[in-house]
């Protein structure tokens, strides 16, 4: 027999043996010891999580000959060909190339045969998403009331592309992504096994490369083990992978951090003129970043990295080096750069500019430390003058506006304080521009001419209840609300000699604030303009 790779060599053939799906084992398992299984199931996850080796595994528990059981035999002739895929009672169907309704006419044919040898005809379909809509109505009827002696088994890597009419007639499962104890243990294991010595670090970097993948990561420990033998190192993994060295993104976060534009770009041209393409490299450095920003935040012996004891010591010294929120800045930073590779030919152009913006982080460490002053008060606010003290648009002593005067001081205000909580739009409206009547029962606002908006917002159902329930209070009657528009009202005017004086006000004010001033002397900036 010809040699026979790690994925497949060390597929798991009970339920114990899979690794990081307990939640789905344990179901399965109860179901069978109890009579309970479904006449359908979906079973959807990324790839490599274990949905073909599950749908196997059912498969030999349905029909072990010493079955139904939770525990198949493996040693059985049913058992034996469910393995390798060639039981005649179990169809291994592909969706993506079998996705014809001709194709599912057939199975449904075929499906109203009873097995040939086994308890349970049973249809596994991989990709079933790819199916056609024709399809899918074709399997419909079948899957609702299907014989007793079949079972289906559908895999999907895109769950949501499934018609819901299909979904609500099977019983989901969801693989989870496997976790990196859960592989690293399993990669040991099978290091073991092969008599394999293989270095902390290097199965770590196997774990984190396969992405919670369990056949990513045999695959590529079988590609590690054909490079270098029966001994694995980290340089050894690095190599044949194309990983950029944890000691090399060190050394690039050091000199970034003392702000050493040269050895930056110097390391990056070390890496690159290795054969490490710019964007590979942008990718890989933002994933070094991610994990010196758990390191800081977590601690460098957090479950959240997958690295080796010396990779952690690193990541702990990277981390007393920057703040969170440089690191932060940093990972937006290469992350924007990272899309905008994807759209140009210069990718080392892009590179190089963006770590030259981060050799800058000491400034913007600076300012960070400039916020804090100001936010804690450490820059002193100085005196305030006279005409600091006075209130923005304070309304003069002695009552509420002229214009609200025949309103009465108590029911103008009662009428702003019910148009605040209507929206700032409505507030607004009301204090600077409206003129207010009382006649009677009726209560007339006007607006200037060109407030149309303005009058939509007052006449609002909900807004005019308001402020009618506010002012007959006030008022001790019930009154009803008006709101027009009048060319004669002149409150726009008189705003915009108040808009004038107060941002004349402000600028003054903000002249003399010593906050301001501090900031534009550390950014050597000029004073243009100032807004509420």
Request: glycine share 6%; proline share 3%.
């Amino acid at each position: 027999m010809g040699y026979l790779v790690l994925s497949r060599k060390y597929r798991p053939k009970t339920f114990e043996d899979v690794v990081g799906q307990a939640h789905i084992t344990g179901t399965l398992q109860k179901a069978i010891e109890s009579g309970r299984v479904a006449q359908a199931y979906i079973f959807s996850g990324t790839r490599g999580t274990g949905k073909t080796t599950m749908a196997r595994i059912l498969a030999k528990a349905l029909n072990c000959a010493t079955g139904p059981t939770a525990s198949p035999c493996n040693s059985c002739e049913i058992c034996t060909s469910i393995d390798t895929g060639q039981d005649v009672d179990v169809a291994e169907i592909d969706g993506a190339s079998n996705n014809s309704v001709e194709d599912i006419r057939e199975l449904r044919s075929n499906a109203n045969y009873t097995p040939a040898r086994a308890r349970y005809k049973i249809y596994y379909i991989d990709e079933v998403h790819m199916l056609s809509t024709p399809a899918f109505n074709a399997l419909l009827k079948t899957l609702e009331e299907p014989p007793a002696h079949v079972k289906f088994i559908f895999a999907t890597t895109e769950p949501h592309k499934i018609p819901l009419t299909i979904q609500s007639r099977c019983q989901r499962f969801d693989f989870r992504n496997i976790g990196a104890e859960d592989l690293l243990g399993r990669l040991g294991w099978i290091c073991k096994n092969e008599g394999i010595a293989a270095e902390e670090g290097a199965l770590a970097l196997v774990a984190r490369f396969a992405a919670g993948s369990m056949r990513d990561a045999e695959s590529l420990l079988d590609q590690v083990v054909s490079f270098s033998g029966d001994k694995i190192t980290v340089e050894a993994v690095e190599s044949v992978l194309g990983v950029v060295p944890a000691q090399a993104m060190s050394d690039l976060l050091r000199a970034l951090a003392a702000g050493d534009t040269k050895a930056a770009l110097t390391a990056i041209e070390t890496v690159v003129g290795a054969g490490t393409s710019s964007r590979q490299f942008v990718a890989e450095f933002i994933d070094y970043l991610r994990d010196v920003l758990v390191a800081k935040s977590c601690g460098a012996d957090s479950k959240l990295l997958v690295r080796s004891t010396g990779e952690r010591e690193m990541l702990s010294g990277d981390a007393g080096k920057w703040s969170e929120e440089a690191l932060v800045y940093a990972m937006g930073l290469l992350g924007e750069t990272y899309a905008r590779m994807a759209r140009s030919p210069q990718t080392r152009g892009l590179l190089d500019v963006s770590i030259i913006k981060l050799a800058r982080v000491d400034d913007w460490r600076h300012l960070a430390e400039l916020v804090r002053s100001l936010r804690d008060g450490t820059v002193s606010a100085g005196e305030t003058t006279e005409a600091e003290k006075q209130p923005p648009f304070e309304e003069p002593a002695g009552g509420p506006p002229a214009r609200a005067a025949s309103l009465g001081e108590r029911a103008w205000e009662a009428l702003v304080t019910a148009a605040k909580t209507q929206g700032t739009l409505v507030a607004k409206t009301l204090e600077a521009h409206a003129h207010v009547k009382v006649d009677d029962d009726k209560v007339r606002i006007s607006l200037p001419e060109n407030f149309a908006l303005q009058q939509a917002a007052l006449l609002r159902n909900e807004v005019r209840d308001a402020l009618e329930a506010a002012l007959g209070q006030a008022l001790d009657r019930k009154v009803r609300l008006e709101v027009t528009r009048d060319a004669s009202n002149g409150s726009a005017v008189v705003e915009d000699r108040t808009i004038v004086q107060r941002r004349k006000t402000l600028r003054e004010q903000a002249l003399l604030d010593p906050a301001v001033r501090k900031m534009m002397e550390v950014f050597d900036a000029t004073f243009v303009d100032v807004e509420e």
